[in-house]
């Protein structure tokens, strides 16, 4: 059940002052069930890991400040379709709003590294027309080392060959990591914008030499 909706995706809006621009983010969490996550949305938005979180699709808000500049991000922590393939398991409707994704998966359970395998390349099949969205693909359960079944490698590597960026993380056992992946999607965001806009920054600029020239993005 979606509880709360934002259509109005839209991006940047005057502060008080009319100086400062306050920017929106829309952020989609994809992944199949199980991989953490609301886990890393809780994390994100109280900074704390509670264990149980029940089936419930939301979107939340949440404003942050980063370097000065208050940050508005909604956050669509979704419920992957348990009755129907991978490939409709992300409408038109999530892809439409979402300004950036985190595709998640368990490093113990290697059908949810397949997951976002086929959900990557779903993304990029429904956003052809558009351009393209940024992608940060997540590791989790970082802290089950004796379950792992996908090696940091192996999901590098995936993430590499499909242009985005990569974190393994614990959700369960530091605030820091989600906060980086959030941080780094946002950063993302601006480049994507700034080169709708045609102004792509300096920084923007390296990111795209360095991926044609295959260096580690994390
Ligand atoms: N050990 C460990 N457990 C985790 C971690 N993140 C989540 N979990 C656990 O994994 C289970 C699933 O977490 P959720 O956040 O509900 O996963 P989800 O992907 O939102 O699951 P769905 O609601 O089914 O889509 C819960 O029991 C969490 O406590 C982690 O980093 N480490």
């Known amino acids: 059940m979606v509880v709360q ?7 940047y809006s005057k502060t008080m002052d009319g100086n400062q621009q306050k920017v929106e983010a829309n952020v ?38 980063i370097d000065g500049r208050e940050i508005s991000f909604n956050i669509w922590d979704s419920l992957y379709p348990q009755s129907c393939e991978t490939t409709e398991s992300i409408s038109e409707k999530q892809l439409q709003w979402a300004d950036g994704v985190i595709l998640v998966y368990s490093i113990c359970d290697r059908s949810s590294f397949e ?10 099949q ?5 351009a393209s969205v940024p992608i940060i693909i997540v590791a989790n359960k970082r ?15 995936f993430a ?34 700034a080169i709708k806009k045609g102004v792509a920054g300096i920084k923007g600029i390296v990111r795209s030499v360095s991926a044609v020239f295959g260096k580690k993005r994390e």
């Open 126 to 130: 429904m956003g052809k027309l558009s």
């Open 160 to 193: 590499l060959s499909a242009d985005c960026s990569f974190f393994e993380i614990s959700a369960a056992e530091t605030y820091h990591g989600v906060l980086l992946v959030f941080h780094e999607l946002l950063e993302l965001i601006k480049e994507t914008r």
């Open 5 to 11: 909706v934002k259509s109005n995706s839209n991006q």
């Open 28 to 65: 989609l969490l994809l992944g199949a069930e199980n991989v953490g996550k609301s886990a890393l949305t809780v994390r994100f938005l109280t900074r704390r890991f509670i264990g149980e979180y029940g089936d419930i699709e939301s979107i939340y808000s949440h404003i942050d400040k």
């Open 115 to 124: 997951v976002v395998r086929q959900q990557v390349q779903l993304i990029r």
């Open 143 to 157: 802290d089950l080392q004796h379950q792992r079944v996908v090696s940091s490698e192996e999901g590098r590597l």
